[in-house]
């Protein structure tokens, strides 16, 4: 099981009421447990909220040098390793695009619903764009191995001829 | 991007490697039939005759063969025991062979106008022994008949010193005597007529006695002809004397001959001859003091040379045709008749004899009378042996079965005899047929035929068989019930078992039918006339200029049926059938018993031409018109009158479309439903026709003309340089395309250009000088001329090679213009590719664009020569049956060889520098000049295939492998795979590893299977 912040509960853990530790001062407990946190603690937590939504938002453009240099060592050919690279760079816009509100919800502000697109757009946005720069990386690559279907003759199979108008006895 | 380019490279480097014929597969996949010709039997000089080896030899082995000169232009000789082939020496077609003899182990001929080339062969091996030219062939002087002033002798084997003697005299030119050595061809002296004599005497004969060398020939005088004769002397040359008789000949060499008795010394050579019925003799002594004798008492018709004028015999034919023997004689007027053939006269009862002469082993000559017997309906031979019954005289006379529906008539018999006991005459007698082929009889039993005529196909095709049916009977009504398909569907389930059986062995032993299996049945079977698994057996159906056409079966050349052409009303006057074309009119795919249509043209020997039509079952060669019939195919007469060209229609009924000279069309078959469908298509029906070195396109008529036939009148005429002679018209090869273009490696795409109209034309203009010969490229149904290039005349001939499919037109040449220091004479081979428009990706749809528009000129080639390392007499292209596998040239060379030419090599793209990565992923590789003579591409394995003319191909049942034949002299069919069997499994595909892996994996599975799960429910119990 991994290990996650949770920043969508920040502001009210669960943990709060869980008696302190054996041995731990009680006193600090007595005043936490009275007093609200401060409005400016709040807000901190919402500018990290934000900060981390941007992050986010951006992470697939960040990885973008080190997809490339992968493409680069991977090499030209239509092989295993390369296949899996663009595989993965085909696919991962898409995984990522249809989990983004999923991805997005712990950066959601307290008051709005986690899950809705419409919380953090900005980001989504962005977060949608960089994907899409990852895409056409893979796309590009793609296109590289002679895998995209461009050029007219990889439209030649499905042409067609008729039947001549005119006879030639031979 | 490159690496793995060069790795497919090195694969396809790899499959290059295997690609060779393995010589396991020689006479598996192939076969080879080495003829020599049909015998030419209208002289003795080249006639068959047997040929018995150490006959002198006092051990008494001998050895005999059958040697014979061919229409082929062939000497060869024939094993008599089992009919093959022992050798054969091919003769140029500028050097005809005119006379060949054979004394002892040395075989001497004669070729070339007036006997221009010496030559001498082992007798039993073929091996050329000596080669001498003795005048240059434009100095010879044409006889009709060529061998009339030549002429061989042998003098006495051994020579006074008790030396054995190779020399020979040779009369050669009608004017010219040597003394030559057969085994060096050192000439010995020559001895030549005046250049006066020249003019009017044409030496023919020459006889050898020890004492003098006769040349013995006939001077022209203005009402007849008189005997000329020249003694000389047989070691320097010097003429002895001369001598004209007094005679008076009228029909030249029919009245005329030289007989001597070359066992006995004493006996001098005899000239005789007919003057009005009489024969006179004179006998020749070294002074020529002889006078001229009459044999009185009998009057004769003409003389025959039976063959054996050197021992002394021969026939003469009283005024009613009775046939009598005569021999030479030291007495009175030199010859005596002793025997005369009983009932030789001329009767309704039999045909006209044939007499031949021959030897038995101990050298004893012999006489042979043969003919057809109308009464009993078998031929007929009486054999004479003068020796036996204390020199009185003995005939043996027998009938024997000949076939006259499969063979014709017998045109030559050659006669070897043996005489094993006292009373007991042996016959061995080879014949020749009317339809080409020769057979030997031993007694009245046939030992073999050879069908030499297969050595003169006109037009041959492949014909593909039908499959065989599982279940026989499968084809559905269309109103069948429930219960009766129900009911036919049980039954059919009766095969099951044997199926489920069969299945099941040939899983477990693996005995699959295999691409390197031959497809040879056994003989007699029917499986030969069923398809087998791959499509590779076939019928090949040829018709010869013989008058015969064959059903041979192409997994092994085996004859399956033959059938004689008849002649229908010439047989009267006889005449002969030249074949025109043979078409495939119906196919298995049709769902009938396959059909072919011959058609040929008639030449009656009253000059009256008919074209004719056979239409016949291609698996029997049954005729389908009227089946029930034996005996010879009777034709159908189509058109009174020569045709200009016929066609095949490519529509549902296959109708055969013939032009005659007046444009009228005519239609095979003439039914209702045939004349319907042609009227249909006739607006849109073009074809070009040769007249007089042009080409004219045609279209017809929409309605029929009076005479109830359609016509056809000239659109165009093409516009070559006026002095331009069409010599060839090669159509297009009709087959599938599988792909429209060709995809380069930046992916796009040059569209290839199919016009279906493209035909390639080959054209001579001899008045310029140098002589060129052009090459075009015409859309055949406007004229437009699409592609053009001069190449030279060697020699003022235009003998290019081209070959046309789809849009790929490779053509052979001999450059023998060398402009530049480096260049070189030799043969070149020139690739040509078209493309549709001018660019990549332009797309003018040229296969149905109509010939009315302007684009199906927008055409761009690419074109690339290459330097042959050998001369090139046939070529064709390999074809598939879907056109997915590439093309393959296939070409026979000079050397008798059948190579195939990949297409990579010859694809006109090759860069001229390194290729690029996108060049390389098209496969293309750099250019280069040559041609590499690769013995791997050849194949035909070490087989020579002499003198091929024609190569068609046809494709087998598998995309990947095309049939072969070729045909000419000898035939070889064999099949090949442009693109390697990639349709099939490797031969070394390890099956059983393949099993055994899944068998092992399934076993692997049964028993882990519990162990896991038991495995599982532990770690639940147990789960930390």
Known sequence: MSTKLDYASIDNPKWRNLPPPPGFASSSSTTRTTSRPPASASASYAALKERRAWDQAIAPAKALPMQAFMLYMSGGGVQIFSMGIVFVLLLAPFRNTAGMNKAFAPFAPTKSDANALSTLPLQKLVYILCNILTLGLGLWKCRQMGLLPTGTGDWLAFETRGVAPEILLR | ?1024
């Open chain 2, 1 to 1024: 991007m490159w690496k793995p380019t060069l790795s497919l490279l090195a694969l396809l480097c790899l499959l290059q490697t295997t690609f060779a014929l393995h010589e396991s597969d020689a006479g598996v996949v192939d076969w080879h039939k080495p003829l020599i010709g049909v015998p030419l039997t209208g002289s003795l000089a080249t006639a068959p005759v047997f040929h018995r080896v150490g006959s002198h030899d006092p051990n008494g082995t001998t050895q005999s063969v059958i040697l014979t000169a061919t229409a082929s232009n062939v000497l060869g000789a024939l094993e008599p025991a089992s009919g093959n082939l022992t050798w054969r020496h091919i003769y140029e077609p500028e050097d005809p062979v005119i006379l060949f003899r054979a004394r002892e182990d040395i075989v001497v001929s004669l070729s070339g106008p007036g006997g221009s080339t010496f030559r001498s062969f082992d007798a039993l091996t073929g091996q050329l022994i000596s080669e001498k030219r003795l005048h240059r062939p434009d100095t010879g002087r044409l006889f009709e008949p060529a061998n009339l002033g030549s002429h061989v002798a042998f003098p006495a084997l051994k020579d006074d010193t008790g030396r054995k003697s190779t020399d020979v005299f040779v009369l050669t030119n009608g004017c010219e005597l040597r003394r030559i050595d057969a085994m060096t061809g050192e000439v010995k002296w020559t001895w030549s007529a005046t250049e006066e004599q020249k003019s009017f005497i044409v030496f023919s004969r020459v006889v050898s006695t020890p004492s003098a060398v006769y040349a013995i020939g006939l001077t022209k005088t203005p009402k007849s002809y008189m005997p000329r004769i020249e003694a000389i002397s047989p070691t320097t040359g010097e003429v002895l004397a001369s001598a004209d008789l007094p005679g008076n000949i009228q029909n030249g060499l029919a009245e005329f001959m030289v007989i001597s008795d070359s066992t006995d010394d004493k006996i001098s050579p005899l000239v005789i001859w007919l003057e009005s019925g009489t024969m006179k003799t004179a006998a020749l002594q070294p002074s020529l003091k002889g006078k001229v004798l009459s044999a009185r008492g009998a009057v004769y018709k003409s003389i025959k040379d039976v063959g054996l004028s050197d021992r002394g015999l021969f026939v003469a034919l009283q005024s009613d045709d009775s046939a009598r023997i005569i021999k030479i004689d030291d007495n009175g007027p030199g010859v005596k008749s002793i025997h005369d053939f009983a009932d030789s006269a001329t009767s309704t009862g039999y045909t006209e004899s044939m007499f031949a002469g021959g030897l038995d082993k101990s050298g004893y000559p012999y006489v042979g009378r043969f003919f057809w017997s109308h009464n009993v309906g078998q031929a007929a031979a009486h054999v004479y042996s003068p020796h036996l019954v204390e020199g009185r005289g003995m005939v043996t006379g027998y009938t024997f079965s000949f076939d006259t529906n499969l063979h014709g008539t017998i045109e030559h018999v050659a006669l070897d005899t043996a005489n094993p006991k006292q009373y007991t005459v042996l016959a061995r007698l080879f014949l020749t047929t009317s339809t080409g082929a020769v057979q030997l009889w031993q007694h009245d039993r046939i030992q073999w035929t050879r069908e030499e005529s297969l050595s003169e196909i006109k037009a041959a095709e492949f014909v593909e068989l039908p499959e065989r049916k599982a279940v026989v009977g499968v084809h559905a009504e269309e109103h069948e019930t429930f219960g009766a398909r129900l009911i036919r569907q049980l039954a059919d389930g009766k095969e099951f078992p044997t199926y489920a059986v069969n299945f099941a062995k040939r899983f477990a032993t693996g005995s699959y039918a295999s691409v390197t299996n031959s497809a040879v049945t056994s003989a007699n079977s029917t499986d030969q006339l069923y398809r087998d698994t791959f499509g590779f057996r076939k019928i090949i159906v040829a018709a010869t200029s013989r008058g015969k056409i064959y059903g041979i079966n192409s997994s092994n050349g085996a004859i399956i049926w033959s059938r004689i052409l008849g002649l229908g009303w010439a047989n009267e006057v006889g005449g002969r059938h030249q074949p025109v074309k043979v078409y495939v009119t119906k196919t298995v795919s049709d769902g009938d018993t396959p059909q072919v249509v011959l058609l040929t043209q008639r030449l009656a020997s009253n000059g009256l031409v008919d074209t004719v039509i056979f239409h016949i079952n291609a698996l029997t060669g049954d005729d389908i018109r009227k089946p029930s019939s034996s005996g010879p195919l009777e034709g159908f007469d189509f058109v009174e009158s020569e045709i200009v060209d016929a066609f095949l229609l490519q529509s549902d009924n296959r109708t055969v479309v013939a032009i005659d000279t007046h444009l009228q069309v005519h239609l095979y078959p003439n039914t209702e439903h045939s004349r319907r469908e042609f009227s249909k298509v006739a607006r849109k029906i073009h074809f070009p026709l040769r007249a007089n070195g042009r080409l004219l396109g045609h279209q017809v008529l929409p309605t029929p003309e009076v005479t109830d036939k359609f016509t056809a009148y000239a659109t165009w005429a093409s516009n070559f340089p006026p002095q331009e002679q069409i010599v060839a018209v090669i159509p297009n090869t009709l087959g599938p395309v599988a792909s429209l273009g060709k995809v380069l490696g930046n992916r796009t795409t040059l569209y290839k250009y199919l016009n279906p109209h493209l035909i390639a034309v080959g054209t001579i203009s001899p008045s310029t000088t140098p002589p060129v010969c052009g090459v075009y490229l015409l859309d055949g149904a406007k004229g437009t001329i699409l592609y053009h290039a001069n190449v030279p005349a060697a020699g003022g001939v235009c003998d290019v090679m081209a070959t046309l499919t789809e849009n790929w037109l490779v053509y052979v040449y001999y450059d023998d213009e060398i402009v530049g220091l480096h260049e070189s004479k030799g043969q070149r081979a020139v690739s040509v590719e078209l493309y549709e428009g001018y660019q990549v990706n332009d797309k003018t749809k040229s296969s149905d664009t109509s010939i009315y528009s302007n684009k199906t000129s927008e055409v761009s080639f690419y074109e690339q020569s290459y330097i042959l390392p050998y001369a090139v007499t046939a070529m064709s292209t390999t074809s598939t049956k879907f056109g997915i596998s590439v093309k393959d040239i296939i070409l026979t060379n000079r050397r008798n060889q059948i190579h195939s030419i990949p297409r990579r090599v010859l694809d006109p793209r090759r860069p001229k520098r390194k290729p690029t990565a996108e060049e390389q992923e098209e496969w293309l590789f750099q250019y280069e000049p040559l041609l590499p003579d690769d013995p791997r591409r050849v194949v035909s394995h070490n087989y020579r295939v002499a003198k091929v003319e024609k190569i068609i191909t046809s494709p087998a049942f598998l995309e990947s492998t095309s049939l072969i034949f070729a045909y000419g002299l000898d035939l070889f069919s064999t099949r090949v795979a442009p693109s390697n069997t990639f349709d099939v499994l490797s031969e070394n595909f390890n099956k059983a590893q393949l099993v055994l892996t899944v068998s092992a994996l399934a076993i692997a599975i049964i028993i882990t299977k519990p162990m896991v799960s038991r495995k599982r429910l532990r770690e639940r119990w147990y789960a930390s």
